[in-house]
């Protein structure tokens, strides 16, 4: 499955930006879909993710209660509404599709499939 991640942006703290992943060329429905983020020197990490099973979604401590993913199968597109931004928050944000086990969805290793990356910069 192909992925493009679209929607990253310059916003000011405070501020909302929804990104939005979409698939091709394969069995999106089956694969379950997490967010990353990358800042320049840091590793990789976790976001979001949301399940294929149940559509049971899973958050990062530190965006709890201000990011939302959520799925539309038939559309073969996964979103990330993010509010009340943060400068923290800036980085490349990446979408990955994969069939990890629940103990593991918050590992990008876990993840075959992802997307090119959108810069999200959040200006304080």
């Known amino acids: 499955v192909q992925l493009q991640a679209s929607g990253g942006g310059l916003v000011q703290a405070g501020g909302s930006l929804r990104l939005s992943c979409v698939a091709s060329?394969?069995?999106?429905?089956?694969?379950?879909v997490g967010w990353f983020r990358q800042a320049p020197g840091n590793e990789r990490e976790f976001v979001a993710a949301i399940l294929v099973q149940n559509m049971h979604t899973y958050y990062d401590d530190s965006v709890k209660g201000r990011f939302t993913i959520s799925r539309d199968n038939a559309k073969n597109m996964v979103s990330l509404q993010m509010n009340s931004l943060k400068p923290e928050d800036t980085a490349v944000y990446y979408c990955g599709a994969g069939r990890p086990i629940l103990s593991a969805v918050s590992m990008p290793s876990m993840y075959g499939n992802w997307g090119q990356g959108t810069q999200v910069t959040v200006s304080s």
């Open positions: 060329g394969g069995t999106f429905r089956t694969y379950t």
